[in-house]
């Protein structure tokens, strides 16, 4: 796997997050959801704040934010433990994000061996376990007041997330734990991923279902009891069927070859009108169109979308060039490729066309994103 030589202000992010900082060259980002419960954290826990330290007012809500700070604070430990297994097995780490779930390590690639697998997964869950128990230790020495009650929150917080990260269902860290384990023994990473990801289904039934259990056992959950079940039950169902699809994927990776896939493609000057490149493509029995310098080598891939688009009493005025896209370092990929190395190449420049070129540098044709979408879709 390639490594960006881009600067860290350049690196490419998700729309709607905002970047922090990094950490070991990490870039650590929060999405906007996240200030939403920031907001959500200084509303509920107001009467808590009064009841600890009274006479604070308005203040109060700033104290539950800072709540709310401190425990994604952890939540980024945990986070970063992630990153760190990752980088320490080669692993290169694109970001960390916080949101309204928690938080998520974007790592390139997959670990090679269930035991990395394992090891990348359980580190989170056991940092915040740590975490949890040094601030029930500070909790035991505190007596009361706002530390008292932000102790006893981060430790009970922290010990909720490390045991329930534990369970064994994707997409949460015990779910991958497993996989690493069904991995290891069945010697398929695909029959882990299955495993796991049924788990996670049965995750999500459990955590929808926990507040009726609650009513079933005299309990009398309120309407924030039901939200936060059916949110969390969305989102383990949600994460388990994206990964019971991605497995299924998989097991077509291996008849996935560029060079089946691709399109003839004939090279033209970049000022050969439209309407003449479509008469040689057309008489080729070309599907695209590549624009080449003067000594043969590619610098543009026409863009089927433009050339549909363009009216054709303009096609016999129009330059090809003007409808190319100007081919970078990702754009031009091996025809040999496929499996697992060509969908990541493709990840990494994402667009609808690349051009594969042959071991001489002679180009071969063109690959379109949409048909290696519909090879590797189940049927």
Same mark, same amino acid.
């Given at each position: 796997m390639s490594q960006s030589t881009s600067q860290p202000?350049?690196?490419?992010?998700?729309?709607?997050?905002?970047?922090?900082?990094t950490v070991a060259g990490i870039d650590i980002t929060v999405s906007n959801s996240w200030f939403l419960i920031v907001g959500f954290f200084a509303i509920i826990l107001k009467d808590r704040v009064d009841g600890a330290a009274p006479g604070l007012g308005n203040w109060a809500y700033l104290a539950g934010a800072t709540f709310a700070v401190?425990?994604?604070?952890?939540?980024?430990?945990?986070?970063?433990?992630?990153?760190?297994?990752?980088?320490?097995?080669?692993?290169?780490?694109?970001?960390?994000?916080?949101?309204?779930?928690?938080?998520a390590t974007d790592i390139e690639g997959e670990a090679e061996t269930p035991w990395r697998e394992f090891t990348i997964a359980v580190v989170g869950p056991l940092t915040s376990?740590?975490?949890?128990?040094?601030?029930?230790?500070?909790?035991k020495q505190t007596h009361h007041g706002l530390i008292f009650l932000t102790l006893g929150g981060l430790a009970w917080a922290n010990i909720v997330v490390g045991v329930l990260n534990l369970v064994p269902g994707l997409p949460l860290d015990g779910g991958r734990v497993l996989q690493a384990v069904v991995w290891a023994v069945s010697r398929q990473r695909s029959t882990g991923v299955v495993v796991a990801a049924w788990g996670g289904r049965v995750a999500a039934v459990a955590a929808t279902g926990y507040p009726f259990a609650l009513v079933a056992?005299?309990?009398?959950?309120?309407?924030?009891?039901?939200?936060?079940?059916?949110?969390?039950?969305?989102?383990?169902?949600?994460g388990a069927s994206?990964?019971?699809?991605?497995?299924?994927?998989?097991?077509?990776?291996?008849?996935?070859?560029?060079?089946?896939?691709?399109?003839p493609a004939i090279g033209v000057p970049a000022d050969l009108p439209l309407s003449e490149a479509i008469r040689r493509a057309q008489e080729a029995r070309a599907g695209s169109v590549v624009v080449v310098s003067s000594d043969g080598r590619p610098s543009g891939i026409v863009n089927e979308a433009a050339v549909v688009s363009t009216p054709s009493d303009r096609r %016999?005025? =129009?330059p090809i060039g003007d409808l190319a896209r100007r081919i !970078?370092?990702? /754009?031009?990929? @091996?025809?040999?490729?496929?499996?697992? %190395?060509? =969908?990541?190449?493709?990840?990494?420049?994402?667009?609808? !066309?690349?051009? /594969?070129?042959? @071991?001489?540098?002679?180009?071969?044709?063109?690959?379109?994103?949409?048909?290696?979408?519909?090879?590797?879709?189940?049927?």
């Open positions: 202000n350049q690196r490419r992010r998700t729309p709607g997050t905002h970047l922090l900082g401190l425990f994604y604070a952890s939540v980024l430990l945990h986070e970063i433990a992630h990153a760190l297994a990752a980088v320490a097995f080669e692993m290169p780490v694109r970001s960390i994000n916080l949101h309204f779930m928690g938080g376990l740590v975490v949890g128990g040094v601030c029930w230790v500070a909790f056992f005299g309990g009398s959950p309120d309407i924030f009891d039901y939200l936060f079940a059916v949110l969390v039950g969305s989102f383990l169902w949600g994206q990964a019971l699809g991605m497995a299924k994927m998989r097991q077509r990776l291996p008849g996935l070859q560029a060079r089946r896939l691709a399109r %016999p005025w =129009l !970078e370092s990702g /754009l031009v990929l @091996p025809a040999d490729l496929g499996g697992e %190395p060509l =969908l990541l190449a493709m990840s990494r420049t994402p667009a609808t !066309e690349y051009v /594969l070129l042959e @071991p001489d540098g002679t180009v071969f044709g063109v690959l379109v994103t949409k048909d290696v979408e519909a090879a590797v879709q189940p049927e």
